[in-house]
């Protein structure tokens, strides 16, 4: 069993900042990709960024400059870093890995998403 946690969201200015946090736990033999996606109410959910196991990073051009995605020395650990929010950065956001698990039928690759924060911006 997997398991991603997310922690960090809450109720924040425009202009201000935040920092997700989503820590994976459980038989973990290793985790590739891991990605924060989000989604607003009444939107799809879309991809906000991405970082390989070897530090390789992507963005959606709506955060460019803004967010800094990065990841702990043991890699189990993705965080999200959020300056200059605004309004339309409101969603829940949801952590996602590509991890590589040990189960009694032998080694499997799953994909495995968190329960998801709220960020909201409001003044």
């Known amino acids: 069993q997997v398991q991603l946690v997310e922690s960090g969201g809450g109720l924040v200015q425009p202009g201000g900042s935040l920092r997700l946090s989503c820590a994976a736990s459980?038989?973990?033999?290793?985790?590739?990709?891991m990605a924060w996606y989000r989604q607003a109410p009444g939107k799809e959910r879309e991809l906000v960024a991405t970082?390989?196991?070897?530090?390789?990073?992507t963005y959606a051009d709506s955060v460019k400059g803004r967010f800094t995605i990065s990841r702990d020395n043991a890699k189990t650990t993705v965080y999200l870093q959020m300056n200059s929010l605004k309004p339309e950065d409101t969603a829940v956001y949801h952590c996602?890995?590509?991890?590589?698990?040990?189960?009694?039928?032998?080694?499997?690759?799953?994909?495995?998403w968190g329960q998801g924060t709220l960020v909201t911006v409001s003044s």
């Open positions: 459980g038989s973990i033999l290793r985790i590739d990709d």
């Open positions: 996602n890995a590509n991890v590589v698990t040990v189960t009694s039928l032998g080694i499997r690759h799953l994909e495995v």
């Open positions: 970082i390989s196991s070897g530090g390789r990073t």
